[in-house]
């Protein structure tokens, strides 16, 4: 699961803009604002899920889940020690 301001986050620590997103992911720039404008968990065909995640992922980011071990927990993103986001 992915929530949208996850998804704004992961956008911003990748430097991409909702169209560059879009193409990324295979989705219409469209589906990325609809996800994006949500409030909590995005909700969408599992089909658009995947190819979001997968695209975010494959980019080097990591999704972290709500009560994941944490200092003070809460859902994030952060890029992965594979990724050239810097």
């Given amino acids: 699961m992915i929530t949208a301001?996850?998804?704004r986050a992961a956008r911003a620590?990748?430097?991409l803009d909702?169209?560059?997103?879009?193409?990324?992911?295979?989705l219409s720039l469209p589906?990325?604002?609809?996800?994006e404008a949500s409030y909590g968990v995005?909700?969408?065909?599992?089909d658009s899920l995947?190819?979001?995640v997968g695209a975010l992922t494959?980019?080097?980011?990591?999704?972290i889940?709500?009560?994941a071990p944490s200092a003070t927990g809460g859902r994030g993103v952060r890029l992965t020690t594979a990724s050239s986001g810097e």
Avoid: C, H, W
């Fill in 5 to 7: 301001g996850q998804m």
């Fill in 13 to 15: 620590l990748l430097g």
């Fill in 18 to 26: 909702q169209r560059a997103l879009a193409e990324l992911s295979g």
């Fill in 31 to 35: 589906t990325i604002q609809r996800m």
């Fill in 42 to 46: 995005i909700r969408g065909n599992v």
């Fill in 50 to 52: 995947m190819k979001l």
């Fill in 58 to 63: 494959g980019a080097g980011i990591e999704l």
């Fill in 65 to 67: 889940d709500d009560g």
